[in-house]
Structures are given as structure tokens and as C-alpha cells.
């Protein structure tokens, strides 16, 4: 018999045991005679015998039902009887709450399963238990004990028809409890009436008792859905006009024998109107016939399941896709299923049942592997083998296999046999590396991504630690103006630029040297093995000069430059992260000084990054802590030396760094998007102050306030609605606030500019064009936009004592302006000649040191004080 063949002899050999145990104690007459004790001594000996187990107990719940009483317990080894243990449910509940939800308790590995662990300590330990297999007893819907299969020894695993063998045990049990409880009854009640002890007797199943005529004389309540009408309806009638179809069928012949020859007989048939499978008793008695009915459907059910289950087997080892192998220990033969072979592309006489069959197609550097597993598993060092190799096809291609397998052991524990199969699983392997490739690599590039450019760095690290000559170098490379490209020609052409630029690196570059794409136009590349840090700086002029060669781009010619930063090796940095930072601290160097340039890493650069962190930190807190000042510096009327307004100029009270001036600040501010908060900010101070000074001062000195914008600000789509709110806060007069902008600031965009301050312009706020002249300069967008006043700045006014150049500049810009219907205001005035030219070029407002520093709210307020007693010669109470 071949090895499946066996297996499957071997499981209907347990199943012929099982079921000729369950005849037998059928057939017991103790089961009917009520001999409780004996029956029980029976059952759990056979049972143990059966099952191979070392013990077999019968428990029942106490009258309080807070507990189980062992009633018969049989142990195998020294082959007694015994009883007394009782365990209660307080000490273990999830066995007990098991009892009542589930027909068996299979426990494989009793131990870990949650619902034997509780025994762990106090009954398996000590025992030396590994595995449960317990039935619950019911008795009439109730559950009223258990009958508890315990294996000593390796784990065990019950196999289906296992559970149900000691389900059936219980059952079995059941009976016997049944009949004892029928004797009790019968003891009670046989001085009154014989005829109602033969019916108490088979009250747990349909019953019903017909007289010599055939006529129905007692049903019990079992009965009437089984004969689908009620006892009212049949007691007195006539079995055969009730049910004139039984005639036809095997009750009637069987009813016969039982009344022509006065003996009992059993049978079972299958009704299709009940749509139920019965086993029918028919006793004749003295004055009738009694009839006891049981419902099989359920056992007819689980036997046509069995069998299902059999020739499921047989077919699966035909029509497995997967190979089946059965390996014969003791001899070495092995049995390879035509699906084995099939994976491997033979013929079904193509391979031999010997081991060299399979150990000579596995790969050399897989083999040892496999032996080893299988070596250990047979040992009974791992539960199953199972490995992942490869197996040389009949192509001579190797296929990727998951082979598993299981050994059978004698009672020693020694394997004799072994049995598992084999699994293509090339497909699944390729998917796992594509998967893995995937993870590790660019969708967009192919090239290497973030995670594999930082293991490879990790490792060239830690070799470098190891050989102190051994030298390396991190570039970040950042394309110039990509956003451009992208803007202009589209996204798809964009991502066109990146792949072909991939390229350029993968051919530019040393076989040897990694090339990574971070996201977007953001590459970085390791340089592995460098004889010098030079040969570093070389390389990145050699990417500068690929990068800027022309792209074709669905016919259009494209150019790009690159930002470059270079952070070599560093013995005081050990870690990735480190060098990645440090190349990205050069590149935004390289792109601050211009861009199309590489810039080598120093520790300065690191330590400004440091600096310029903290300073972006205390800014985002500053405004939270209100350290942030106004001072006001003073505007005069040149033609009048009266005082106009302020310039609202704000300052940074630090904590730890004293007064800051905005030039310190201010690019960070704009760079991080903080300008738009502080902004606000400046705009909301200026305007209270002004009109605490308005309400002071207003009636005799016509004051304003200049507030400078930024570019955030001024395409911030709520500008207009923050002006409005905060004038209607502060209460100040559109007419008192003049807002500056800059040249750079409408470049960009200057039709939305323009709108935006054609809107402000009708609010009747003033506008200034600060810094005119330091810029892009052009007389086409300063004629169409709102503004009515030009600030020269201070470079200009500084240089006018020096150089005629500069006095006639300062004359052109004030030409401008008044042409333009505009007035002039100039900063940075410093002296009396300054003052004097100014004065005959017909400038109208200045402000700078000459009259006043930046002031404080309060010495603001005195410069206040000082110009209205000049105009009125009066002071204020």
C-alpha cells in the first residue's frame, strides 16, 4: 500500500475502533438496566482504551451547580477506578463558560489554550497533562457534566473524528444517567401503573402507545412534532386512517413482526414528509404496542459528511494543485504524487521513489539548508519542516518551492514516517521582489529612493569607521528654476526632464557611486571610494556641465542648472542623517549665492543653520510673548519743518539677545510665512497708537502713519477686510494711514496688485512706493497704478554730498513723481546740506536721524508734546 494509501487505512482503522467501541457499549445491558456505576466504569475504560489516552473522568455538576464532582475516573496505567476531585467554577471560569457555549473542548496544547490554561498550575503540571479533549453531557437541554479525555506526554492534536468519538462518549453517558434516572423512576412508580413505567422510559425521545385496534392511547410531547399533530387530535383515532400512507412504507411490515411474533424490533428509514431520518423501536405488549421514535438526522448527516470527507481526501490527492511527497523513514523510499512531478515538468515514469530524486534537483546553495530543517524536525527540534528553496525544472530553470511536511513518531517518539508537499511559488517569489524593488526604488526615475540611499550611506559609513583612509562624499543636487519648467510646459514635461536626467547621472557617473532621487528635483548622489576630497569637487563640475546640455521636451529645447552641495567625509559624524543635512545646508548655499554652482560643506555653515533654527523658533514664539516693539520715527514737512506723522518701524524685544533690529529678522520672517502674522500685528499697533495721538494731538498737528507691507501680505486674498476691521477697532480714519509697498513687491503679479490697491485707493488710504529706484524701476507700471507718493531711498540721499551723479538721480525721481501728480518723501536725511538740496529739488517730506531716531511710544509722544506747543505756545492739561 502506498503512503497515502496507508493514511488513509490508518484513519478508517480509528474510525472502525471508534464506532465498534460505541456498538459495544450500546449493546451493554447495563446502559438499560440502570447499573450506573459499572456503566460508567465501562465507558471510561473503553474509551481510554480507544483513544489511547491515559485518563478518562466523568464529572457532574453539583445540586448547586457551582462545581463538578469526578464520579469515575479510569486511568490506563495502572489500569483503576477512583472518583473525588472536585473543581468549582470560581477557580476557573473560561472552562466552565466553555462547558455551557461549546459541544467539545478540543485543547491541542491544553497549557496555552485559553480555555484549559486555568488548570495550568494545580491539575496539568502536576499531572503531567499536555492535552484535553473534554465533551460536555447534556441530559434532556441541560447540560449536567463532562466527560474529560486527558493525554499525557508530546501535544496532542485530536483529529475530527476524534472530537466526535468523545462527543459520542458523552452522549453515551447521557444514556447511561438516563437509564440511571429511568430505574430511580421505575422504583417510584411501579406500584402504580407498569404500562406508565414503560412510557417514563423513553421520554427523551417521541413516544406514543397504540391499543389492539390500532388506536392511539398516550403521546408524549416529543411525539407530536415528529407525527406533526397534536396529542388532542390523534388520541382515540386509528394509526392507519390518521397515517393511511404508512401502509406503504417499512413501518408497516416492521409493525407486523412485532405484533405476530410479540418481539421488539428496531429499525431506521427516512421520511420525506417529516424530511428527518428516524430510528423507530416498535414493543408489543399485553394490550398494544409501544413505539419509541428518535430523530437521527443529525447522526445520518455527520455519517454521510464521513464519508464525503473519505472520498474528499482520495480526490484531493489526485486533483491537489499542489505536490504531495510520503517518505518512508525506516526504508528511504519516498512517494512523489504525479503533481509533484508535474510542478517539476516529468512524466509520471520519468522520476523514481528514491530520496536522490528530490535532494539531487536542489539548488547548491539551498541544499544543506533543506537537509538541515528536515534533519531537525525528524529530531523533534520544530514543530513541522517547512523552507522555501529552489528545484531544478526539466528545462534546467530553477523554480522557487515552498515544500512542508510533517514526521509520524512511534510511542517513543522516533519518527518513522514523514509526509508534506511542494508548492510553486516562483510567481509569488518574483511579485515579492518586484514589491521589494518597488519600495526601495523611484516610480518615477528607477533610481534608488530615500530608504536605499540611506542604507547604502549607512554601510559606506560604518566602512569608513573601520579604514580611516577609505573617503567618500555626499552631493545634494537641486535643479534652478524646475518650478518654472513645471509652470510653463506642464507637469508631464517636468517629470520628462527628471527620467532623462536620471540617465545623464547613471551614465555620467562611476559604476561604483549611488545616484537617489529624495522627491521632486531633488537628487543626491554618494561618491564611494574617493582618493581626495577634490576628486568630490570635480565630479560636481562634471554634473553642473550635465546638467546644463539642453533637454528636448516634445520638441522644445530646455535649460537647467543645478544647485550643488558637497558634504564630505567627517569622522565626527557617524550617522546618515548628518551627512544628508550637511549636503542640503551646502546646496542651500550654492542656490543662495545664485544657483548654478556646488558649494563644499564647512562646520560654519552648520553652525549658521544652527543660528538661524533658534532664530526661527524665538520668532514663532515671539509674537505669543509679544516681544515684538513698534518704535515711530518721524516724517516732517520740509516746507514747513512740521511734523506729518510716523513710520511705524518694528522691532524685536529678545529675551536673551536685547533690541533687534528688523534687518535681522525680517527675510526669516517673509521666508517662513511669519510676516503675515506679525504683519497684522504692526498694522493693528500703528493704528491704535495713531489714534490715541490723533485724539491728543489731532485738532492742530494733521497726523498719518506709514506702514510698510510686505509681498505675503499684500497677496493675502482678506487684506482689504483686515484694513477695514482694524480701522473700525482702532477708530482711526482711512485718511490718517498710508501703506508702503516696494518695487519687487508687484512685479510678479501687477494686475492683481493693481487691483488690490485701486481697492485700498478707494478707501481713501495713501500709498507709498518704497525703495523707489533700487529696484526694477519702470515708468510703464508706475503710471497705471494708484500711488501717491514715491520714498527715495536712503543710498541715494546718502551720496548726494558726495557726487553730483546721485544729486541728479535724486532730481529725475522727483521729477517723476510730480509729473506722475506724485509727492516725494525721502529717508535717511542725516544733514543740513542733505536737508538743503532736497529742499530746491522741491521734495516735500523727509524723515531720518537729522530730526529724529526711531522712537519709543513714550519720547514719541514727547516729540508730540514739543510740536504742538511750537504750533499753539500753549501746554496740554
Aim: hydrophobic share 40%; with cysteine.
Amino acid at each position: 500500500m502506498d503512503g497515502a494509501g496507508a493514511a488513509l487505512g490508518g484513519s478508517e482503522g480509528r474510525l472502525r475502533r471508534q464506532n465498534q467501541t460505541l456498538v459495544d457499549l450500546s449493546r451493554r445491558q447495563k446502559f438499560y438496566r440502570g447499573d450506573f456505576q459499572a456503566a460508567l466504569a465501562e465507558i471510561t475504560q473503553m474509551a481510554a482504551s480507544t483513544l489511547e489516552v491515559e485518563r478518562v473522568g466523568v464529572f457532574l455538576y453539583n445540586a448547586d451547580r457551582n462545581a463538578i464532582q469526578c464520579i469515575n475516573l479510569y486511568e490506563r496505567g495502572p489500569n483503576r477506578h477512583s472518583q473525588g476531585i472536585t473543581l468549582f467554577a470560581k477557580d476557573y471560569p473560561q472552562y466552565f463558560q466553555a462547558l455551557e457555549s461549546e459541544r467539545i473542548i478540543a485543547a491541542h496544547d491544553a497549557g496555552a489554550d485559553p480555555r484549559t490554561a486555568e488548570f495550568q498550575p494545580n491539575y496539568l503540571i502536576p499531572l503531567g497533562l499536555t492535552s484535553l479533549l473534554d465533551a460536555p453531557i447534556w441530559v434532556g437541554g441541560t447540560m449536567v457534566g463532562v466527560v474529560c479525555h486527558e493525554h499525557m506526554g508530546l501535544k496532542r492534536y485530536w483529529l475530527p473524528e476524534e472530537q466526535s468519538f468523545a462527543g459520542a462518549i458523552a452522549d453515551m453517558v447521557a444514556l447511561a444517567l438516563e437509564a440511571r434516572d429511568r430505574q430511580q423512576a421505575e422504583a417510584e412508580l411501579q406500584k402504580t401503573n407498569q404500562q406508565l413505567r414503560n412510557i417514563l422510559e423513553s421520554l427523551t425521545s417521541g413516544f406514543f402507545s397504540l391499543n389492539e385496534t390500532a388506536e392511539f392511547t398516550y403521546i408524549n410531547p416529543q411525539a407530536e412534532p415528529l407525527l406533526q399533530h397534536s396529542r388532542a387530535e390523534l388520541l382515540g383515532h386509528n394509526l392507519w386512517q390518521f397515517f393511511p400512507a404508512l401502509r406503504d412504507s417499512s413501518f408497516f411490515p416492521y409493525y407486523q413482526e412485532a405484533i405476530t411474533d410479540q418481539v421488539t424490533v428496531k429499525f431506521e428509514d427516512y421520511y420525506p414528509r417529516l424530511n428527518r431520518w428516524l430510528e423507530i423501536h416498535i414493543c408489543p405488549f399485553q394490550t398494544g404496542v409501544a413505539v419509541y421514535l428518535a430523530d437521527i438526522s443529525e447522526r445520518k448527516r455527520t455519517e454521510a459528511a464521513l464519508m464525503e470527507t473519505k472520498e474528499r481526501y482520495a480526490l484531493a490527492i489526485q486533483g491537489a494543485n499542489d505536490g504531495i511527497w510520503d517518505w518512508n523513514l525506516v526504508n528511504n523510499e519516498i512517494y512523489f504524487s504525479s503533481r509533484w512531478k508535474t510542478i517539476l515538468g516529468y512524466s509520471e515514469s520519468e522520476v523514481d521513489n528514491c530520496l536522490e530524486e528530490w535532494f539531487s534537483r536542489i539548488h547548491p546553495q539551498d541544499l544543506e539548508r533543506v537537509k538541515l530543517k528536515l534533519n531537525l524536525h525528524q529530531q523533534g527540534q520544530s514543530s513541522h519542516f517547512e523552507e522555501e528553496y529552489r528545484l531544478r525544472h526539466k528545462n534546467g530553470k530553477y523554480r522557487w518551492v515552498l515544500s512542508r511536511g510533517i514526521a509520524v513518531r512511534n510511542s517513543e517518539g522516533k519518527a518513522y514516517r514523514m509526509a508534506g508537499s511542494l508548492s510553486d511559488i516562483s510567481e509569488q517569489r518574483l511579485a515579492q521582489e518586484q514589491l521589494m524593488h518597488d519600495a526601495l526604488h523611484d516610480p518615477l526615475t528607477g533610481l534608488p529612493n530615500r530608504t536605499l540611499f540611506m542604507d547604502r550611506l549607512r554601510q559606506v559609513i560604518h566602512h569608513a569607521r573601520r579604514h580611516r583612509n577609505y573617503n567618500f562624499a555626499v552631493l545634494f543636487v537641486d535643479l534652478d528654476r524646475f518650478k518654472v519648467i513645471n509652470d510653463s510646459l506642464g507637469h508631464l514635461a517636468g517629470d520628462t526632464l527628471l527620467i532623462e536626467l536620471a540617465h545623464r547621472f547613471q551614465i555620467g557617473l562611476r559604476p561604483d557611486d549611488t545616484v537617489a532621487r529624495l522627491g521632486g528635483d531633488e537628487f543626491v548622489i554618494l561618491l564611494d571610494d574617493l582618493l581626495e576630497v577634490e576628486e568630490s569637487i570635480r565630479i560636481a563640475h562634471r554634473i553642473q556641465t550635465l546638467v546644463q546640455q539642453p533637454f528636448i521636451i516634445n520638441g522644445q529645447t530646455v535649460f537647467t542648472s543645478a544647485s550643488i552641495g558637497i558634504a564630505p567625509k567627517d569622522t565626527h559624524h557617524h550617522k546618515p542623517e548628518h551627512y544628508l543635512r550637511n549636503a542640503d545646508i551646502a546646496m542651500y548655499r550654492a542656490k543662495a549665492a545664485g544657483g548654478s554652482r556646488h558649494v563644499l560643506f564647512t562646520s560654519v555653515m552648520h553652525t549658521s543653520a544652527l543660528v538661524r533654527l533658534q532664530l526661527e523658533t524665538d520668532l514663532r514664539q515671539a509674537l505669543e510673548r509679544q516681544e515684538l516693539r513698534l518704535q515711530y520715527q518721524p516724517i516732517l514737512c520740509l516746507n514747513t519743518d512740521q511734523i506729518v506723522g510716523f513710520e511705524a518701524l518694528v522691532r524685536w524685544q529678545h529675551p536673551r539677545d536685547g533690541l533687534i533690529a528688523p534687518g535681522h529678522f525680517i527675510t526669516v520672517a517673509e521666508e517662513t510665512g511669519l510676516i503675515v502674522p506679525i504683519g497684522e500685528w504692526v498694522l493693528q499697533e500703528a493704528c491704535r497708537q495713531m489714534q490715541c495721538w490723533h485724539t491728543q494731538f489731532g485738532q492742530v498737528l494733521p497726523l498719518m502713519v506709514s506702514v510698510n507691507l510686505s509681498s505675503k501680505q499684500l497677496s493675502q486674498p482678506d487684506l482689504l477686510q483686515q484694513v477695514d476691521r482694524m480701522l473700525a477697532e482702532t477708530g482711526l480714519r482711512p485718511q490718517q494711514l498710508k501703506l508702503e509697498i516696494t518695487e519687487s513687491m508687484i512685479l510678479d503679479n501687477t494686475e492683481v496688485a493693481r487691483q488690490t490697491l485701486l481697492k485700498l485707493k478707494e478707501r481713501q488710504i495713501q500709498l507709498s512706493m518704497d525703495d523707489f529706484g533700487t529696484g526694477y524701476s519702470s515708468l510703464n507700471y508706475l503710471h497705471r497704478l494708484p500711488i501717491d507718493l514715491l520714498k527715495i531711498d536712503r543710498s541715494f540721499i546718502h551720496e548726494m554730498d558726495s557726487g553730483e551723479e546721485s544729486r541728479e538721480l535724486v532730481r529725475a525721481i522727483i521729477s517723476i513723481a510730480h509729473s506722475l501728480k506724485m509727492q516725494v518723501i525721502a529717508e535717511g536725511i542725516e544733514t543740513r546740506s542733505q536737508l538743503e538740496q532736497l529742499h530746491e529739488l522741491g521734495c516735500e517730506f523727509g524723515q531720518g536721524y537729522l530730526f529724529s531716531t526711531p522712537l519709543d511710544p513714550e519720547p514719541a509722544a514727547d516729540f508730540l508734546q514739543q510740536a504742538f506747543l511750537k504750533q499753539t505756545n500753549s501746554p496740554i492739561s
